[in-house]
């Protein structure tokens, strides 16, 4: 077999990554996004290539002010020992997600390019984590009624959010939670969930606490804004106050809160196995865009 090259890409070199024949099934393209569409560094680029072809890229992405990646967005190949090498030489590490279309598995070509993908970034010493739902709510969904039962306010102190976060944690179905708790403890985990929801772009005045009639913290509602799009960045209920459908009225006024704001469209995301807030996002009217995988 001939040599292989492994290098990031340098300025100007956009068409090297374009190259790699793709024929969308899966990832970002399948869902009409081009490498030009996102801000991608050069340095964050790789390519694998054999006699000059590339037959495997990967893409790595960050905010424009973030010092290292926080996400792998694109990989893909024609060679697959190829791409298990890229990302083991590539010193950059970051959470693998792939978007895929709903009812993927039922789709034998777009299975087999998933799964594909999903074994070489094993292969590399990666791990699927979790699969998750991406919902996108637009104006002609209708807004969710706001049933009234909560009281919903801002609160200004990082401490008190960091503390309603970790009791949020309790017992918590989001496998990202619990895998960053079972690494570092729910403290820590608590603080990587407030990190990233001060990263993101929104106002910090939209986040709200939620309180019951009686004066009893029942939740935290977060909307924001990522670098794309108005989102639902977190919705979480007390343990001792689940069971009364509360995440429904927090989705409900982080909905009313985001179309106050001039949002007509909202971005929102949970976990496949979270079977009751997966059947929230369906009582409010928010539509499957994607399924996703995520490796870590």
């Not at 791409?83 to 997600?97: C, G, K, M, N």
């Not at 929102?268 to 409010?284: E, G, L, S, V, Y």
Request: aromatic content about 10%; overall charge negative.
């Amino acid at each position: 077999m001939t040599d292989l090259v492994i290098r990031p890409l340098v300025a100007g070199e956009k068409h090297l990554f374009d190259s790699l024949p793709d024929p969308g099934l899966v990832g970002r393209a399948a869902f009409g996004q081009t490498y030009a569409d996102g801000t991608y560094r050069p340095e964050w680029t790789w390519v694998a290539l054999r006699d000059g072809t590339v037959v495997a890229r990967a893409a790595w992405w960050a905010g424009p002010d973030d010092p290292a990646p926080l996400a792998l967005d694109w990989f893909d190949f024609t060679d697959a020992e190829a791409a298990v090498e890229l990302l083991r030489a590539a010193p950059l590490r970051a959470e693998y997600s792939i978007s895929l279309p709903p009812g993927w598995r039922d789709a034998p070509a777009v299975r087999a390019q998933a799964q594909a993908r999903i074994d070489a970034a094993t292969a590399a010493g990666m791990a699927v984590l979790v699969e998750r739902y991406r919902y996108r709510w637009t104006a002609d969904c209708g807004l969710p009624e706001r049933p009234g039962r909560l009281e919903f306010r801002p609160e200004p102190d990082d401490t008190v959010i960091l503390d309603v976060l970790r009791r949020v944690g309790e017992g918590s179905l989001d496998a990202h939670f619990r895998h960053a708790a079972q690494r570092h403890g729910p403290q820590a985990a608590a603080q990587e969930d407030l990190d990233l929801l001060l990263w993101m772009p929104g106002p910090r005045d939209w986040w709200r606490l939620a309180y019951t009639a009686d004066g009893h913290l029942a939740g935290i509602a977060v909307p924001s804004r990522n670098h794309t799009d108005p989102v639902v960045a977190f919705i979480g209920v007390l343990p001792e106050q689940r069971g009364h459908g509360y995440a429904y009225d927090l989705l409900a006024e982080a909905t009313h809160l985001l179309v106050e704001a001039g949002a007509d469209r909202i971005a929102a995301a949970t976990d496949q196995h979270n079977t009751p807030m997966a059947a929230t996002f369906a009582r409010a009217g928010y539509p499957i865009e994607y399924e996703r995988v995520d490796l870590v």
